[in-house]
């Protein structure tokens, strides 16, 4: 006998069953989100070993077993600083040239082909304060990756012809720097607020071509020696072993006397100014900046909640609210505090907006500002700013490498020892009061440096409202 199913009976069948069940069936409702109870999360700065090799290098060390590769960050304790000012790109052109420029014992090419045949990676970098080579290998052929390393640290070739490679490179990004408004209003403000101080210096094509290779020798020879080293190792390497090939690799490496630099040359009592950039554009960039705080200052933690609530914080912040969710004057809008290690860092405000509402802006800055020199924040702003830095601390630490490293700089600049481990408590210590404290030590209206690139015609004549002095510059900052 053939049987016929109807398709809206079996549903209809179904259905029934379910009420049936749900109303045979007690089950427990899930509870809600803000009920839930968890362990306390319970996190500890990761150590790092710190090892005094007998070649005068210091050794910072962290294993991590959990892919066959290893990394190393070589750092000499010397940087552009010890260049002449009047050599700007100095710092471009030894690093690319120390990285493509081989060895006395290795051409460019047969370094480049090493590297290739290991899979490794090889960068160079060069700092205000210090000279780093980075190498990432497998552990199996770490033996032969730090013959290299040796090699780079000791005797790096500086060719001739990677050399005039580098400075043709450096010399056509300068050429380029003046199409993105937004580096040249960054480049404009620097040298306005560190003037006559490398911190402030760009480069251009007659200080790029007036670095030889020479100067690059010179440096080497004055700076780069194992009392001068600090070497970060992380991944999966067996300690005796890599010391035993440290050791090995470094013999023979005269330990000499390295002249200290001096950072002194900032000036500290700032005028401030307006400088606008005229550039055929619907928008104009807006960046609003003075000098910050060093790390030896005690509100650097209340600086670091107030960047947050100015601008630091996203959606969060005071800026983003008013300017971007409330008046809808721009897509974003920011702040950024660097806290300088050996000199004042930056605290910057910034945004992008319609050329016709730059000032309309820039009034919103600064009553943002005045408010927060003028009144405590709130408890629930306060809460916020803390918890999120506190919260998103842990995050730092994801990478192996990168602990290591940054417990070789902390060391470098003399933090003292508890400061990752105190980081979070200090947050949660800052007040409301240290909050309005710091507002008023960091925004000061009469030495902020304002930089503005855009079609200044719709607001060029309203700039005086700022009680700044105002002047047309070019992208290079003349007048």
């Known amino acids: 006998m053939h049987l016929s199913l109807n398709p809206l009976n079996v549903f209809l069948t179904f259905v029934i069953s379910v009420i049936c069940c749900a109303c045979t ?31 005068g290098i ?14 190393l960050t070589a750092m000499i304790g010397s940087g552009a600083l010890a260049a002449s000012i009047d050599k700007a790109g100095f710092d471009e052109l030894f690093a690319g040239s120390w990285r493509t420029g081989g060895t006395r014992q290795r051409t460019p090419a047969d370094l480049e082909k090493q590297i290739d045949f290991l899979a490794a990676n090889l960068g160079a970098q060069m700092g205000p304060y210090f000279t780093q080579i980075d190498l990432s290998l497998r552990a199996q052929d770490l033996r032969e990756g730090l013959s290299i390393f040796a090699d780079l640290l000791k005797d790096p070739g500086f060719a001739q012809e990677s050399f005039e490679l580098e400075q043709i490179k450096a010399q056509e990004r300068v050429r380029r720097q003046n199409d993105n408004p937004g580096s040249v209003a960054r480049r404009l403000l620097s040298a306005a607020l560190y003037p006559h101080h490398y911190l402030g210096q760009s480069p251009t094509i007659q200080s ?6 020479d100067d690059l020798i010179n440096f080497h020879r004055t700076f780069f020696a194992p009392n001068n080293l600090s070497l970060a190792v992380s991944g999966d390497f067996d300690r005796k072993e890599l010391i035993a090939l440290l050791e090995q690799a470094f013999e023979g490496w005269p330990k000499q006397t390295v ?3 001096s950072v002194d040359g900032i000036i500290t009592e700032q005028v401030g100014g307006v400088q606008v950039v005229d550039r055929p554009i619907p928008q104009t960039t807006v960046l609003v900046g003075g000098l910050g705080l060093t790390k030896d200052h005690p509100d650097q933690y209340a600086a670091r909640v107030l960047n947050y609530i100015l601008g630091g914080g996203s959606f969060n912040s005071r800026m983003m609210k008013e300017i971007r969710s409330n008046r809808g004057l721009a897509y974003s809008a920011y702040s950024f505090l660097q806290v300088g290690r050996r000199l004042p860092g930056l605290f910057v405000a910034g945004t992008e907006t319609q050329n016709g509402k730059v000032v309309e802006v820039l009034g919103l800055i600064h009553e943002i500002m005045t408010s927060l020199r003028e009144n405590p924040v709130s408890d629930a702003e306060l809460q916020l700013a803390k918890e999120s830095q506190i919260n998103s601390f842990v995050f730092g630490f994801d990478d192996s490498h990168a602990i290591v ?67 047309r510059v070019t992208p290079d900052g003349l007048e």
Do not use: C, W
């Open 405 to 471: 490293v940054q417990q070789m700089h902390l060391d470098f600049f003399n933090y003292p020892d508890d400061y990752l481990s105190n980081y979070r408590n200090r947050i949660s210590e800052v007040t409301a009061q240290d909050v309005q404290r710091i507002a008023n030590e960091l925004i000061r209206f009469q030495e902020q440096q304002v930089i503005l690139v855009g079609d200044s015609a719709p607001y060029f004549e309203q700039l005086n409202r700022l009680n700044l002095p105002v002047k």
């Open 25 to 55: 069936t007690t089950t427990q409702q899930p509870a809600h989100p803000n009920d839930l109870s968890f362990q306390p999360l319970v996190f500890h700065v990761p150590e790092v070993e710190r090892v005094n090799l007998d070649s």
């Open 58 to 71: 210091s050794l910072y060390l962290r294993e991590d077993n959990e892919l066959p590769l290893i990394q």
């Open 259 to 261: 002249p200290n630099i």
């Open 208 to 213: 790029i071509a007036s670095v030889t290779r």
